[in-house]
């Protein structure tokens, strides 16, 4: 069930309780754009009560410093710990680069904030969906 298309689209499947969806470019939208996008996922799963994200990047382009992206990197997990969401799965791309770079300010931000969701990263949507599920 779509609950949400726009810039992204917000595809709920209540059976399962996942929420999936995927990301923006950072390059096409502005920080604020992306900002915006990612209120929506946090008050979606708030209201929604949604237990699982599966946020697909295969396909985003992320052009910003990497400064930058941990800031609106951390904000989305703060808000996201003011939610009961337990599992994130995220699917990554193809660019070696991007993903070392995400996953360096992902682990920084789990120690920092002692996120209490569990995360971890993709190549593909199929094995994201079967970590959601198990």
């Known amino acids: 069930m779509v609950l949400h298309d726009g810039i992204i689209t917000l595809d709920y499947n209540p059976a399962q309780d996942v929420l999936i969806t995927s990301m923006p470019d950072i390059k096409t939208f502005g920080l604020s754009e992306v900002s ?3 209120g ?3 008050e979606y799963i708030r209201n929604y009560d949604i237990k699982k994200l599966l946020l697909d990047s295969s396909n985003s382009v992320v052009e910003v410093e990497d400064e930058a992206y941990k800031t609106i990197t951390t904000q989305f997990a703060l808000n996201l710990m003011n939610t009961r969401l337990k599992k994130l799965a995220r699917v990554g791309t193809t660019n070696t680069n ?6 360096k300010i992902s682990q920084e931000i ?3 904030l002692n996120l209490p969701i569990e995360y971890k990263s993709f ?3 199929a094995e994201a969906m079967e970590w959601l599920l198990a």
């Open 123 to 125: 190549n593909g949507k």
């Open 110 to 112: 789990k120690q920092e």
């Open 36 to 38: 915006y996008c990612l």
């Open 98 to 103: 991007r993903e070392e770079s995400s996953a």
């Open 40 to 42: 929506l996922i946090v």
